[in-house]
Every structure is written in structure tokens, then in C-alpha cells.
């Protein structure tokens, strides 16, 4: 399982994605964080690691319904991301992916390390152990504790 997130902090802004990698029982295997100073795409470099990982069946999440459906619908030719969104499609054919919406309060891992690479200047960060302060979302995650949106 797969999580991915964008993050604006302060002002000036600062952006930043996140995500992390889960099995199926939900056990942290990786996270990923890192500062977006151009362009860069939060699915693409979460579907690298866990290719990369070896990880051939992956659900990802993400709470951009608009990303989603470039990725799921017909090919876009004048689209400014058009190349990397057939980058996207050609790992998603290469492997077993789904790609499914979630609200963003759903998706609190991912939020926490898109955070994470807003306050970073690192362009990506590979977190083998999970940093201090998402154990408390594991944990709650396991309690199976629900957080209602505002």
C-alpha cells in the first residue's frame, strides 16, 4: 500500500510530497519525503521505490481526484505533464497497481511526511525507519481510531 501527498507550509511557500509504503497488514516498509523546487511528481517517485523494493502488487492513494483521472483516462497529448503522465501509465502496465481516492484525512501518513519534505531541502528522502512521530499514526491506525473531517 502506497500513500501520497502535497504540502505547502508558510509563506513564502514551501511544497513538499510525501507518501509511504505498507504491506498488507498495514506494517510500515518505507516512506519517502522530499522539497518540490520545480517540477516534480509525488506518484511517480513513490512508484519508483517500490518497484525498486521489489514490490509488484501496490494500492496507491492519493487525495488529487484531478491526478487521478489523467492517470486513469485516455492518453493526453497537450497536457504540461503529458510525458510524465504516460510515464505513470507505462509503470502502471508493467506492473499489478491500483490507483484509488482518499480525503486527505485518510491519508495522514502521507501528509505527515509531505510536511516533512516541505521542511527539508532534500529533493528526495528515503526513511527505511519510520521517523519519530508517525509511530503515533501506526498506532492509531492499528486501534483502527477514525478522525472526522472538519
Given at each position: 500500500m502506497k500513500s501520497?501527498?502535497?504540502s505547502c507550509l508558510g509563506?513564502?511557500?514551501r511544497s513538499g510530497f510525501g507518501g509511504i509504503i505498507r504491506n498488507t497488514f498495514g506494517h510500515y516498509l518505507?516512506?519517502?519525503s522530499g522539497y518540490i523546487q520545480g517540477s516534480s511528481d509525488i506518484l511517480y517517485e513513490g512508484l519508483l521505490l517500490a518497484i525498486n523494493?521489489?514490490?509488484d502488487e501496490l494500492v496507491?492513494?492519493?487525495d488529487s481526484l484531478h491526478r487521478i483521472n489523467l492517470i486513469k483516462g485516455p492518453q493526453v497529448k497537450f497536457h504540461m505533464h503529458a510525458v510524465l503522465i504516460h510515464d505513470i501509465k507505462d509503470l502502471f502496465s508493467q506492473s499489478n497497481v491500483?490507483?484509488?481516492h482518499t480525503l486527505r484525512e485518510g491519508n495522514q501518513?502521507?501528509?505527515f511526511f509531505a510536511k516533512l519534505g516541505a521542511s527539508s531541502n532534500a529533493d528526495f528522502t528515503n526513511h527505511d525507519c519510520p521517523p519519530e512521530g508517525v509511530q503515533d499514526l501506526l498506532k492509531n491506525?492499528?486501534?483502527e481510531i477514525l478522525f472526522l473531517k472538519d
Open positions: 501520497s501527498i502535497l509563506s513564502p511557500a518505507a516512506g519517502f523494493m521489489g514490490i496507491c492513494y492519493s491500483s490507483l484509488c501518513y502521507a501528509d491506525d492499528a486501534l
